[in-house]
């Protein structure tokens, strides 16, 4: 098999693309770890922190819509446009941190996501641009797998310079102390802004023309796959919301865990993922697409049902980074499956109808999972996400298992077509 490629021996364009993803997660990486502690050190109940990042979810829902244009008029305006909102965003943080700009700027720049590593609500526009000229082939995956692999190196980076606001104090760190958090995201998110300005859109190159019939029944064909995998996606989300954007506050709830402890535990789950990803990608070659997916979320899932349940701090964040590293080595190969549904110049399409899908009902888990963790239900969101997301798993590998082998969807309507 073909070596997993690097950014050397990957064109200008692509290397800006994985910079910019890099750079962008250690902003978020930085937010992810301490966002929520901040807000508790500033006397939030759960609640209202979940609230604040079920809007931050819901506003990157609408952000999402706007994806699919990205076929029609390119690449390149939308994800400018987002990483000029994240820039802002921090910075509004950064000069005048009350509750009212502070809300506001964590609603606009999804202040404390990432936790799973994923890329903001524009990621699906990321990786139509870092795929352009691919087919569905092998490279695909590779290519995907070593961006995101990228993306957990950078959370991992931001994840660890969150343990600054605990530097220096014996007792756990006052609200003042974490405001250095804002102006360091800010600096990461600049140079973000700064590769994407620099890299250049091949937007123009990528339609495929076909006969009018073919064209038709074409469409046809990956738009009921994108139905199906948004209606998937929906349980996936719901399960993602629920077990995920609270869970540094969870820690601190529990064990009276602090960022000293919290940061290097989330920068160790997203070191080993930057190095799982590369590894899913591999298995790939012997197990297939779905073959590779399948088994590492299960046991994902294993590890999250057990967390909530562990006796002590030790086991709980054992299978808080079995999880992460399980769960995160797939992130490329799940995209790999999508982008292999559609055409290169509907990639932006289908990456905006799997992710509104995600988002719309992760925005609430939050919410809920904040009222459940004030009602004194600590392990209740985790063991309902993990049930949501069992679900998805099973509907996912059972309808998408023939795409994954990289089958073209006309064949599975029964209408095999010509090669092009």
């Given amino acids: 098999m073909p070596d997993t490629p690097t950014p050397h021996a990957l064109d200008r364009d692509r290397r800006l693309l994985i910079a910019a ?6 902003a978020q990486g930085v937010l992810a770890a301490d966002f929520a502690l901040y807000l508790r050190a500033s006397a939030w109940d759960a609640a209202r922190i979940g609230a604040v990042l079920a809007g931050g979810l819901a506003f990157a829902v609408v952000l999402t819509l706007l994806a699919a244009a990205s076929d029609r008029w390119g690449r390149k305006p939308f994800l400018l446009g987002y990483e000029l909102l994240y820039v802002l965003s921090c910075a509004a943080a950064s000069l005048h941190p009350s509750g009212a700009v502070l809300s506001l700027a964590a ?5 404390g996501r990432g936790a799973n590593g994923s890329a903001g609500p524009f990621g699906s526009i990321e990786q139509a641009w870092l795929t352009q000229g691919l087919g569905r082939g092998e490279r695909l995956a590779r290519l995907l797998s070593l961006n995101t692999s990228f993306g957990f190196a950078g959370m991992a980076i931001g994840a660890a310079l969150g343990a600054l606001p605990a530097l220096g104090h014996a007792a756990p760190p006052r609200a003042a102390d974490y405001t250095l958090i804002f102006p360091l995201a800010l600096t990461f998110a600049l140079a973000c802004l700064a590769c994407v300005a620099l890299a250049r859109d091949r ?28 209606l998937v996606n929906l349980l996936q989300g719901a399960g993602i919301g629920l077990s995920g954007p609270l869970v540094s506050y969870w820690f601190a709830r529990r064990f009276g865990l602090g960022p000293a402890q919290i940061a290097p535990l989330m920068a160790g789950g997203f070191v080993a993922a930057a190095l799982s990803a590369p590894l899913g990608a591999r298995l790939t070659s012997r197990l297939g697409l779905m073959g590779a997916i399948v088994p590492l979320r299960v046991a994902a899932l294993v590890a999250l049902v057990l967390m909530p349940l562990a006796p002590g701090p030790a086991w709980a964040m054992a299978a808080y980074l079995l999880h992460k590293t399980l ?13 292999r549904l559609v055409r290169n110049h509907r990639r932006g399409f289908a990456g905006a109808v799997t992710s509104i899908a995600r988002q719309a009902p992760r925005s609430l888990g939050p919410l809920v999972a904040g009222m459940l963790m004030d009602s004194g239900w600590l392990a209740a969101p985790f063991l309902l996400g993990a049930s949501l997301q069992a679900a998805y798993l099973y509907l996912y590998q059972s309808r998408f298992r023939a795409s994954a082998a990289g089958e073209p969807a006309p064949y599975r309507m029964g209408r095999k077509p010509e090669s092009t």
């Fill in 107 to 111: 609603i606009a720049g999804a202040f």
């Fill in 21 to 26: 993803r890099w750079f962008r997660s250690i």
């Fill in 327 to 339: 769960n995160r080595s797939t992130n490329g190969l799940r995209a790999a499956v999508t982008a």
């Fill in 203 to 230: 937007h123009a190159l990528e339609r495929e023309a076909l006969e009018p019939e073919r064209e038709r029944d074409t469409r046809r064909g990956e738009n009921r796959n994108l139905r199906n995998l948004g």
